[in-house]
């Protein structure tokens, strides 16, 4: 299994600011994916982070505006940059690593970081 | 991945037991079925998932219909803690780039 954590948990930030979102690992993981859920939406998944190579994004999503960072195998960053209201969503970190069956690699996913952007 | 149909929102008599139903007409044959449930406030959760066969641990049960179109997960005795988002995920099971592609989810509240 794996366990994260998210920091912040939450916060609020004016328009036009950016925020860095930090994910940590207890295990080491190949892939990280950042998703983001707006508020009382689904879970859309915005990049895959691998370590020592850029991120892959998904369609509507842009490396300006959603940087991210894994600088090693259990820590990565995600910024969202030039904050809008429209970005007040909740931002989860999560990893793929082995669960209760050995053949199948389960998601994990972190408690995730609440953004209210004013 | 195939695409998942699921009914927005449930209610269920805590104590009782709680079947959550979704559709997957389009499922691959190398396409798992995978149910993870999201609490308020928190990241989701893994529950079960399944090839063809009922499986059944220690959270719920899983039956797959036998042309594997569709799929219900059962918690046998719904308790107040249950109240979440139940995601119904197909997609092929592999190594490395597990990423999930969630729908919209069924609400399922549980009632004192």
């Known amino acids: 299994s794996a366990v994260i954590s998210q920091k912040p948990s939450r916060d609020i930030c004016q328009r036009g600011t950016s925020l860095t979102i930090q994910c940590q690992v207890d295990s080491q993981v190949t892939m990280m994916f950042w998703y983001r859920q707006q508020p009382g939406q689904s879970l859309t998944l915005i990049a895959t982070a691998n370590q020592g190579s850029e991120a892959t994004y998904e369609s509507g999503f842009v490396i300006d505006k959603f940087p991210i960072s894994r600088p090693n195998l259990t820590f990565s960053t995600l910024t969202v940059s030039n904050l809008s209201p429209e970005d007040s969503s909740i931002y989860l970190c999560?990893?793929?690593?082995?669960?209760?069956?050995?053949?199948?690699?389960?998601?994990?996913f972190g408690p995730g970081t609440r953004l209210t952007v004013l | 991945d195939a695409k998942t149909t699921q009914p927005t929102s449930m209610d269920c008599a805590e104590g009782r037991a709680a079947n959550l139903p979704c559709n997957h007409s389009t499922i691959s044959g190398n396409e798992y079925v995978y149910w993870y449930r999201q609490i308020h406030s928190q990241g989701p959760q893994y529950i079960i998932h399944g090839l063809k066969n009922n499986e059944t641990n220690e959270m719920a049960s899983l039956i797959i219909t036998e042309d594997r179109k569709s799929s219900t997960l059962i918690l046998p005795h719904a308790t107040l803690r249950d109240t979440a988002v139940y995601y119904c995920i197909v997609r092929v099971a592999r190594t490395g780039a597990n990423n999930l592609f969630f729908g919209t989810g069924t609400r399922l509240t549980v009632i004192p």
């Open positions: 999560s990893v793929t690593a082995q669960g209760h069956y050995p053949s199948h690699n389960e998601q994990f």
